[in-house]
């Protein structure tokens, strides 16, 4: 818009260039075109990042599906590197979910932006639809095969296959193959996405994804099969499924002036009132009065015109207003019990503890912290300490520092609970430490969902959910050390005692007799002593 | 020699005892510090006023009291056969201890010394000599000793020691004198005294010259306490004009110190007079000063506030506040800057015109 009114404002005083060529020039950009550009904000941004983000994509999309249809889900992983290729992968997710119904598979996985779970305030893995059809276009951009999609939604019907590859310029998806197939399961979905990638070890790969997914999703049962073939299985630990959150309205703190706009532009309300109460949580009649008071606006008004004219004096009165919190039960924490679970299935340690927060809000979204610790075992004694990080259940591999979790658990002052810390670090010591951000809209910094943005809310309930754990841990250190003391002393006691005896036999001339009794008389005397 | 041994066996028997009747035995010891000690002037010295500190035992004390223990256990030993161990010597023994082991001498030099306070009697007496040398003596005087061997007596002329001089013995308890010398003066640095020994200046002033090489050895401070006392001769000392000078070395010359408090009854010498570097020699003499250091500062103020010698001492309390009045002090070597024999010639003569008019 702006461009085009400043072109104009050129051609009247007369430069070279018209209106009409610059109009010539402006088109539309699709979303794919834009993301084939920037991959990078999508998680994409190299072959070692692409392969992992695929992953997660898939992973994420099948643990939704199982959940949302009350399936414990059971989910198989799996990268075959093509034949005669150094860094061509094929990457396979399945699960055991309720499947696609035949007519949506399309535009879910060859349409850019196309989901459930953008249009609605629900704590859910995936936010905006992007992920698997990007994962898949990244898929046709390096390797220009098509994304493969068999689905069956129960056992009295047929899967259906489906090959595609998504038309950038429109964002549609171009079915390449369409046929009815044979399928193992009763019921699931599998797809298949050849890429350019490179698969390694370590703590941001394949394995410690799938691994931290575990931990954090211990209802799920996930098996991985690496590209040298080799089968490794995550079993379940709870079967207990996490409570359904449940879809709630937009709070009005949580809106931004623009979508404000498009509400009141696509609300069916027909006057404001009805509108306020009827399309965000916690307005009442009352407080929606409260408002148009405030805006100067009447309460009959009709809302697409309000849009036009004063949504800014309406989004002015909705800040000065005071509103109740939106409520917290749409979370659904891990818990304190299954975190602990999870844990324990992957991680031998000494010491577990856990605390889940009670739900609070960040600029009208509700949120809720949970943290799980552990403590010692096969925890390395040395270096600084290993914090995981999830939001809404998925692990976050990349941008540690940037993420407020990380800045938390620097924050708090680990000496207190028996860790050392240098300043400005994280604490070091045998510690695993898993922190958990369940929200209706996780704040991430950017599209590639790696780190959660500092909103100051947020930073303090992890740091009162850390230092919870922390005041555990401490009781569990300190009587762990109570314990090695008096070993300690006791030892103290038998390297000593035996001297008292000899010097005393010298100087005295006494007989073994009377040093053995000196001996035994002392070791009762400090023992008696030492609670 | 068997009052020590009877002292150590009483106490071994004490704690015996409380063993046997499955009590937590105790030690106890005097404690060691300017705290602990008065001076009354009439009696010469720091005397322990009587402050002890008990080391029950416990899981904490365990190691110290089995060392303490197994200490007593060698000085009795010692004692028994007539021997005795260096400071660094007894700390090797104990190498032989397994886990009651000395690490580091200082440690067992600690215990040697709570065992020593804790029996109220001199190291020597518990056969534990120290590796410090006694001190330098050089003019008129004859050391009576005896010969090692054969028990013979031995005179020893110390006019006759050329530029070097005699060294005073460990254990002088055995020692006699022979002199006829008008006074003792006792010298801080090994500098002066050769200076003093090279233009015989004992011959010049018919006097006895000691070296006390900076705080004096408790062998030092023997021989001078039984040199004076038993030839009834003043005790003149000349040491730097600085707070060390006077509240370390001179008061612990001349009635003894905190830290070996039950001892100072036999190493005081009573009747010692401070001849100099004065604070008024300093501006008498137009001494060259370096300024007084933080801890030359806190050095006086500790003495005026907490060592009872000083505390009795008006003019002692006097001559340490015009120094720090005047934020200096002066090296006996200061002297050099008037000529290099300004000392023998001028200051050491007009000095002692005035004996009677020394510091207390």
Same mark, same amino acid.
């Given at each position: 818009m702006t461009t085009s009114k400043k072109s104009k404002k050129l051609t009247e005083t007369?430069?070279?260039?018209?209106a009409h060529d610059l109009a010539k020039k402006q088109r539309e950009i699709s979303v794919s075109e834009f993301f084939t550009k920037n991959r990078h904000l999508l998680g994409f941004d190299n072959p070692r990042k692409a392969l992992l983000t695929t992953i997660k994509e898939g992973i994420d999309n099948s643990l939704d599906a199982c959940e949302e249809a009350k399936i414990l889900p059971d989910i198989k992983v799996r990268i075959n590197q093509v034949k005669?290729?150094?860094d061509r992968f094929r990457v396979t997710i399945e699960d055991n979910g309720p499947g696609i119904l035949k007519s949506h598979i399309p535009k879910i996985?060859?349409?850019?932006?196309?989901?459930?779970?953008?249009?609605r305030l629900k704590m859910s893995? /995936?936010?905006? /639809?992007?992920g698997i059809s990007a994962a898949g276009m990244y898929g046709q951009l390096t390797t220009g095969k098509p994304i493969l999609i068999t689905s069956r939604i129960s056992p009295k019907q047929p899967a259906h296959h489906y090959s595609l590859v998504v038309d950038t310029q429109k964002n549609e998806p171009r079915i390449i193959k369409d046929e009815i197939v044979d399928f193992d399961s009763k019921r699931g979905t599998k797809v298949v996405i050849e890429l350019e990638a490179r698969c390694q070890k370590g703590r941001q790969s394949v394995d410690g994804y799938i691994e931290q997914t575990s931990i954090a999703n211990p209802h799920a049962d996930i098996t991985y099969i690496n590209p040298e073939d080799k089968e490794t299985r995550y079993p379940r630990a709870s079967k207990e499924l996490p409570v359904e959150p449940k879809e709630i309205k937009p709070h009005p703190y949580g809106i931004e002036l623009g979508i404000l706009i498009k509400m009141l532009h696509d609300t069916?309300?027909?006057n404001l009132r009805a509108c306020l109460t009827n399309d965000f949580?916690?307005?009442s009649t009352r407080v929606a009065n409260e408002i148009c008071e405030k805006a100067g606006l009447? /309460?009959?008004?009709r809302p697409s015109r309000i849009a036009v004219q004063e949504a800014d004096a309406l989004f002015k009165a909705i800040k000065l207003t005071k509103i109740m919190n939106?409520?917290?039960?749409?979370i659904s924490p891990i818990g304190e019990e299954s975190i602990i679970k999870g844990l324990k299935k992957q991680i031998n340690a000494d010491f577990f503890t856990s605390n889940t927060r009670p739900p609070s809000v960040y600029r009208g979204n509700p949120f809720q912290i949970e943290v799980g610790l552990a403590y010692g075992g096969?925890?390395?004694?040395? /270096?600084l300490i290993r914090l995981l990080r999830f939001a809404n259940r998925v692990p976050l591999l990349y941008q540690q520092s940037a993420c407020v979790i990380t800045e938390s658990a620097i924050n708090t002052s680990w000496r207190n609970y028996g860790l050392q810390q240098s300043s400005g670090a994280l604490p070091s010591g045998p510690v695993l430490l898993m922190v958990h951000l369940a929200s209706v809209w996780v704040p991430f910094?950017?599209?590639?969902?790696e780190a959660i943005a500092h909103y100051p809310e947020i930073e303090k309930e992890v740091k009162l959910a850390l230092q919870e754990c922390g005041r555990h841990l401490s009781t569990f250190i300190k009587r762990k050390k109570k314990a090695a003391d008096e070993f300690k002393k006791k030892s103290y006691i038998k390297k000593y005692i035996p001297h008292i005896g000899i010097a005393l036999k010298e100087i005295l001339d006494l007989n073994e007799k009377q040093e053995l009794k000196i001996v035994n008389n002392l070791t009762d005397i400090l023992e008696r002593s030492r609670s | 020699m068997t009052k020590t041994l009877k002292k150590i066996e009483e106490s071994a028997s004490t704690i015996h005892n409380k063993i046997t009747k499955k009590q937590k035995p105790s030690m106890y010891f005097p404690?060691?510090?300017?705290?602990?000690v008065k001076y009354i002037p009439k009696r010469g010295f720091l005397e322990l006023i009587g402050q002890k500190k008990a080391r029950t035992l416990t899981v904490n004390t365990v190691k110290t009291f089995a060392q303490t223990l197994r200490v007593m256990s060698l000085s009795k030993e010692l004692i028994e056969k007539d021997d005795i161990a260096t400071k660094r010597e007894a700390y090797y023994v104990?190498?032989?201890?397994?886990?009651?082991?000395?690490?580091?001498?200082p440690e067992s030099d600690t215990v040697i010394d709570d065992v020593e306070a804790m029996f109220e009697v001199n190291r020597e007496q518990l056969g534990f000599i120290p590796e410090e040398k006694g001190g330098d003596v050089a003019g008129k005087l004859v050391v009576i000793d005896k010969?090692?061997?054969?028990?013979k007596q031995l005179k020893i002329d110390c006019?006759?020691?050329?530029s070097g001089a005699y060294s005073i013995p460990i254990?002088?308890?055995?020692l006699k004198f022979e002199t006829n010398a008008k006074f003792v003066l006792v010298i801080e640095t090994a500098g002066m005294f050769q200076r003093l020994v090279k233009h015989n200046y004992w011959k010049k002033a018919n006097c006895i010259l000691i070296s006390?090489?900076?705080?004096?050895?408790r062998a030092c401070r023997r021989f001078i306490r039984r040199l004076s006392e038993g030839k009834k001769i003043p005790v003149y000392v000349f040491v730097d004009g600085d707070p060390y000078g006077i509240s370390n070395i001179y008061r612990t010359l001349k009635v003894g110190s905190g830290n070996a408090a039950h001892i100072n009854q036999y190493f005081c010498v009573p009747n010692a007079r401070y001849l100099g570097i004065t604070p008024q020699d300093i501006i008498d003499y137009k001494l060259p000063t370096h300024p007084l250091k933080d801890v030359d500062i806190k050095r006086a103020k500790d003495a005026l506030k907490n060592d009872p010698f000083i505390k009795q001492s008006k003019e002692w309390q006097k001559a340490i506040n015009q120094l720090l009045k005047m934020g200096v002090r002066a090296e006996q070597?200061?002297?050099?800057?008037?000529?290099?024999?300004y000392v023998i010639e001028k200051y050491l003569p007009q000095k002692l015109k005035k004996a009677d008019s020394f510091l207390p």
């Open positions: 007369e430069h070279k260039i018209t005669n290729t150094e996985f060859g349409k850019l932006l196309y989901g459930s779970k953008f249009h893995r /995936g936010q905006q /639809g992007i069916k309300s027909k949580s916690r307005v009447h /309460g009959k008004s939106p409520p917290t039960d749409c096969v925890l390395p004694e040395e /270096g910094t950017s599209e590639s969902k | 404690i060691r510090a300017l705290s602990n104990s190498k032989n201890w397994d886990d009651a082991r000395f690490e580091e001498q010969d090692q061997e054969t028990g006019t006759k020691f050329g254990s002088t308890e055995h006390m090489g900076g705080v004096p050895t070597q200061a002297l050099a800057k008037h000529g290099l024999n």
